[in-house]
């Protein structure tokens, strides 16, 4: 029966091809005057580049975190390229006429058309080739709504204001070692104002593609919400099979202000390694979000990529009522590591948080749950709830727990609750039994082990993520 | 004894109760039957002062005093008792420890000295076995790893064991096999003094073939829609509660 | 580094006795430890600043006497500030049972001293290092011994003193244990335990770690059980100054059984620290743990409760639950449950909960006239009092439940 499972969890990455376009692209290396370079290459004010340089200077002297339940070997931080960019990109297309038809074709094979008619309705795409912004899509639609949605180095010249205040609050540039590095080098990713009471009018979305080799991806996003708005973003990722490692550093902020609600997704599908660990993206990365008064942020995400993943979405309650989510489905394979997890911070009263995380676990990878659910001591009446389940396929793998629960006040009510379990022989041999093949049967239990996930995707990705799941679990379903 | 006066009652947004009346006298005992969903379970929870039952308007007196402005224990502390449909379990805290702190609140209240605990242990003992239930029960945790029958009985034990002015059976009946049902009316019927009082709550008229009743009530969308003597729960008993929508339409 | 653990290791050098080669490795160890910090994971909610300069006195003349247990009916072994203080001679032992001295050299000592604790542990090598006296006991295979054994240990004030207990149960073989640690006053006592637990043997094991005010106790009790053999334990503690606890029970035989209570009551200042590691090594074990703490006034706990499944230990059954009670605003708990499971046909679960009462429950009670007070404290108290229900020696939780119901009554009068 396990071989048949084996069979089944055969993998296949769709999204491996390599684009061949003409790049632009840092010699290896990383110093002061790298980052002034890169600084100037994007024409930028003078104190962002001074941001970078105190960014930079603050994680020359922090150390590599280890408490992570992953094993890579030490990255040569000199080795990394860290700007590349498609030289048709220098003059800045104006249109999506003058782009690179090889940029678009590079999209339109991963599924993401970025010609407009041609796109799914009511989503606008921001999408990040190597370290710059390709194009963005619905623009003017969004700008009626008032709606600000593009590039984060565009945002910088356009509302140079707006990035000023915000950026570097929720996550501080010298927040731990792979913030720090991004602060000093990101090089670009998505902004998001949603001006007071308005509801985004359609999805947002940042697709990020690693293309270039020996290239590093450290993209910003920032997203701001003002009273009483409500945005919905989803955010995805590939990269070309190689056998070397590549790092994608990322840093992501949110700020939800009174009333105001985000939702974010992702569906990370990084170029993983090969079956025995060769290669692939080390996903490295801080995604945090504050919410004030009666505000409401919820993630969601869904891993199935990266040789090592790091990265835990948090929330800060500080606001009273606030609300945070954490809805997480992470699948590791072949010899994929995953330490992954979020941070509920209640600070405000009667602040409310909820954490599903499923983990699915199969080949000879470790797959853990790292978690913090702090209760200070004015979150009054405050409530945690998290679910943390595990699903075990094969005896090669490992499934690990790791909740921090800190509590100081005596009103506010934590609960946590783990439990694992495996694709069973019974269960298989039920569904064969009722005429399914094993491959299908695996992908079934597991979609349903990762049905209270899944249902909080915004529909389109939902759709999108099964796939990714079944073509991860590759074989099963052709 | 009760007199309940155009009681409404609501749960969170829904409003329940929509001017139920009642008056029961010393020695009484009153059935309210109804359909699933006529509020028969949230006339015991208003009547004893639970969290979230709240009271929108009308009356309701207990001996004399306004029941709505006391708290949960000072209601029981007065003689007012309810037997749950489904009662909690409480882990760690044992039945017996349970019941005689209970038995000496009522007591407190009464202005009697607490029993001593070779007297409670005795009494205890005794309703122990009137309701059929193995003594160890009374080491037990409360309610913990009970069946449902046992539950019930357990119920009946702290009935007889404290004594009170008027009981609220709350379905006592369900999920009960014709022979605990008879241990539980038998438990029910050696309290009929003749000064005090039930309201039994119950679906089916099975029930009231043990403990016979002075009045029946029928209680539809959270009003009483008919009264009658023990003839009208027969009447129940054959024709259901289907006619009760007809007469709505009408 | 700490001027403190400086002076242990100087005084190491000057231990000389039969041991002196397993404590050699010891002391080369303990040499390449770091001071733990915030950022050690394993210490990172209990801060050693209390221990980092302490310089007590390390040789006591004090007498004391054992708390009594009505009913109880042990064989004692009295400890005071590390010091044997009863005849060995003189005990009255049941048949298959032989109790020595750490200081005379023995087989089953050699067997077991440094043998099943973990090495990792700072606290543990200083034990190591330093712990001259101590009890030895031996049951033999097959013995069934009714009547338990306590060993008790006394720390007097101004006192620093380390103790080892070492104890073998050999196959087929029952015993009841009971580790039960006292002390007041400023005192630093590390008393460590390490019990091997042969086929089929049957252990009842108990600590008390009793210590309040400003004492310091730091110990741990681990145990290895071979095949089908089962472990009964439960551990109440206070918190004291600071009080830390390390259990690891090691499943090293397959069909093992272990069951782990553990109770915490913490008030006014004290600082409770538990870290128990349940490691299946072997096949179909089972393991039931329990902790449930109330935590008054503006005291802390710690708990850490890990559970590792090794790759092969297929077909084990693993639940550990911890439940908190918080009295007060002035009051912490720092939980952490921790799976790392290696094999995919095993049923593990944990749970942690932080919680005010049961709004069900309280309602039950209020309608039977029982008063709010009244009512929480019976609802806050039976939470732990359902692990003293559990108890198998009903002497001992007798003996516990008044006592433990007082310090919590006033837990809750100081709300």
Not at chain 1, 14 to 31: H, K, M, R, W, Y
Not at chain 2, 56 to 66: C, H, I, P
Not at chain 2, 220 to 238: F, Y
Request: aromatic fraction near 8%.
């Amino acid at each position: 029966m396990s071989e048949q499972i084996d069979q089944a969890l055969e993998r296949k990455y769709d999204a491996g091809f390599v684009s061949e376009i003409e790049s632009e692209t840092f010699a290896p290396g990383l110093n002061e005057d790298v980052i002034r370079r890169l600084s100037a290459m994007k024409d930028e004010p003078e104190w962002m580049t001074e941001w970078r340089l105190q960014a930079y200077r603050k994680w020359l002297k922090m150390e590599e975190p280890e408490w992570a339940h992953v094993d890579y070997p030490k990255i040569d931080y000199q080795s990394i390229s860290y700007y590349s960019a498609p030289k048709s990109m220098k003059d800045k297309p104006k249109s999506l006429d003058e782009v690179d038809p090889e940029l678009l074709r590079t999209y339109e094979k991963l599924g993401i058309p970025l010609h407009e008619q041609e796109m799914l309705a009511g989503v606008a795409v921001d999408a990040v080739f190597d370290s710059v912004s390709v194009v963005t899509t619905f623009r003017e639609k969004l700008e009626e709504a008032g709606v600000i949605f593009c590039p984060i180095s565009e945002a910088l010249h356009k509302y140079p204001d707006l990035v000023k205040k915000y950026l570097g609050t929720v996550v501080p540039k010298g927040d731990n070692y792979f913030a720090a590095l991004n602060s000093a080098v990101f090089t670009d990713g998505s902004f998001v104002y949603i001006p007071k009471g308005v509801r985004c009018p359609m999805e947002l979305s940042t697709y990020f593609r690693i293309n270039e080799q020996n290239t590093g991806q450290f993209e910003r996003t920032l997203i701001v919400a003002e009273e009483g708005s409500h945005v919905s973003y989803l955010e995805g990722c590939t990269a070309p099979q190689r056998d070397e490692n590549q790092l994608h550093a990322a840093v992501v902020e949110l700020v939800a202000l009174d009333d105001a609600e985000i939702k974010y997704s992702t569906v990370q599908n990084w170029y993983p390694g090969d079956e025995n660990g060769k290669g692939g993206i080390y996903n490295f990365v801080t995604k945090r979000g504050l919410c004030e008064k009666n505000a409401k942020i919820s993630w969601t995400q869904v891993e199935t990529g990266s040789a090592v993943t790091w990265k835990y979405p948090s929330c800060i309650l500080k606001g009273d009522n606030s609300v945070g989510e954490f809805y997480s489905v992470a699948l590791t394979r072949g010899k994929q590591q995953a330490d992954t997890g979020t941070k509920m911070i209640h600070l405000g009263k009667n602040t409310k948080s909820t954490i599903i995380s499923k983990g699915i676990s199969a080949g000879r990878s470790n797959n853990a749950y790292r978690g913090l659910v702090r209760m200070g001591p004015g979150a009054e009446g405050a409530r945690n709830f998290t679910e943390c389940d595990s699903l075990l396929i094969g005896d090669q793998c490992g499934a690990h727990t790791f909740p921090y629960i800190e509590s100081s006040n005596p009103t506010a009510i934590v609960e946590h609750e783990a439990t694992t379990s495996k694709v069973s022989d019974d269960q298989l041999f039920l569904c064969r039994q009722r005429g399914l093949d094993p491959e299908k049967a695996v992908s079934m239990i597991v979609n349903g082990f990762c049905k209270e996930v899944f249902r909080e995707l915004p529909m389109e990705f939902a759709v999108e993520a099964g796939k990714l799941l079944e073509i991860s679990l590759e074989g099963s379903v052709g | 004894m009760l007199s309940i006066k155009k009681l409404h009652a609501r749960v969170e947004e829904t409003t329940i109760l929509k001017g139920l009346d009642m008056e029961i006298k010393p020695g009484e005992v009153h059935a309210v039957m109804g359909p699933n969903g006529a509020g028969k379970s949230t006339l015991g929870y208003v009547l004893s002062g639970r969290d979230g039952y709240e009271v929108e308007s009308g009356t309701v007196e207990f001996e004399g005093k306004d029941l709505l402005d006391m708290e949960v224990e000072e209601r029981a502390q007065a003689g007012l008792f309810l037997a749950f449909q489904y009662p909690v379990e409480i882990p760690g805290v044992s039945n017996m420890e349970f019941m005689k702190e209970s038995v000496n609140a009522m007591r407190e209240g009464r202005g009697e000295t607490p029993l001593s605990s070779a007297e409670f242990l005795k009494k205890a003992k005794a309703a122990c076995k009137q309701v059929e239930l193995p003594l160890d029960f009374l080491k037990r945790g409360v309610n913990e790893g009970f069946s449902g029958g046992e539950k019930k009985r357990n119920e009946i034990m702290q009935l007889i064991l404290l004594e009170p002015k008027l009981a609220i059976l709350d379905e006592s009946d369900s999920g009960l096999d014709v022979d605990a049902l008879q241990v539980v009316a038998k438990g029910v019927n050696s309290q009929r003094d003749g000064k005090r009082s039930f309201i039994v709550v119950t679906h089916y008229q099975r029930l009231l073939d043990y403990i016979e009743p002075d009045y029946v009530h029928i209680l539809s969308n959270g009003k009483i829609v008919k009264s009658g003597g023990p003839e009208l729960a027969k009447e129940v008993e054959s024709s259901g509660y289907a006619w009760l929508k007809e007469g709505e339409n009408a | 580094m700490s001027q403190w653990l400086a002076h242990v290791i100087d005084r190491a050098a000057n231990v000389d006795d039969w041991l002196s080669p397993v404590r050699a490795n010891a002391l080369a160890e303990l040499k390449q430890k770091d001071w733990p910090g915030r950022r050690t994971e394993a210490w990172r909610y209990t801060s050693l600043h209390k221990v980092a300069d302490l310089n007590l006195a390390t040789n006591s003349q004090q007498t004391a006497e054992a708390p009594l247990v009505d009913g109880l009916n042990s064989i004692d072994l009295v400890f005071v500030d590390g010091r044997l203080t009863t005849d060995i001679a003189a005990l009255n032992l049941p048949a298959g049972v032989s109790v020595q001295s750490l200081e005379t050299k023995n087989e089953a000592a050699d067997k077991l001293f440094g043998k099943i604790k973990p090495e990792h542990h700072l606290f543990g090598l200083v034990n190591d290092v330093l712990a001259q006296q101590g009890v030895v006991i031996d049951i033999a295979d097959a013995a069934e011994v009714d009547q338990p054994i306590r060993i008790v240990n006394v720390a007097t004030d101004g006192i620093e003193s380390h103790h080892r207990t070492l104890v073998r149960l050999g196959n087929n073989a029952k015993a009841k244990i009971i580790e039960h640690g006292v002390g007041n006053d400023h005192s630093l006592n590390t008393v460590f335990a390490e019990y091997d637990i042969g086929d089929n043997a049957k252990l009842e094991h108990y600590r008390l770690a009793l210590h309040e005010g400003n004492a310091i106790h730091v110990g741990g009790s681990h145990f290895r059980l071979h095949n089908q053999s089962r472990l009964n334990s439960t551990l109440v503690g206070y918190g004291s100054q600071l009080t830390r606890l390390d259990v690891d029970i090691e499943h090293a035989g397959e069909h093992a059984f272990a069951k782990f209570n553990n109770i915490y009551l913490l008030a006014p200042n004290e600082h409770f620290d538990l870290h128990s590691t349940i490691e299946h090594a072997q096949p179909n074990g089972t393991t039931e743990e329990n902790a449930r703490g109330i935590i008054g006034d503006k005291a802390k706990a710690v708990f850490n409760g890990r559970i590792h499944i090794h790759r092969h230990a297929q077909k084990t059954l693993a639940e550990l639950n911890n439940r908190n009670l918080l009295l007060t605003r002035g009051a912490q708990i720092n939980t952490k449950p921790e799976l790392e499971i290696y094999a995919d046909d095993v049923q593990c679960a944990h749970g942690a909960t932080v919680a005010e009462i049961d709004e069900e429950a309280l309602y039950y009670l209020l309608t039977r006239g029982i008063d709010r007070q009244q009512a929480l404290i019976m609802l806050n108290f039976g939470f732990v009092q359902e692990l003293l229900f559990q108890m198998p020696n009903r002497a001992l939780a007798d003996w516990l439940h008044p006592i433990l119901k007082q310090r919590f009554e006033r837990m809750m009068e100081q709300r």
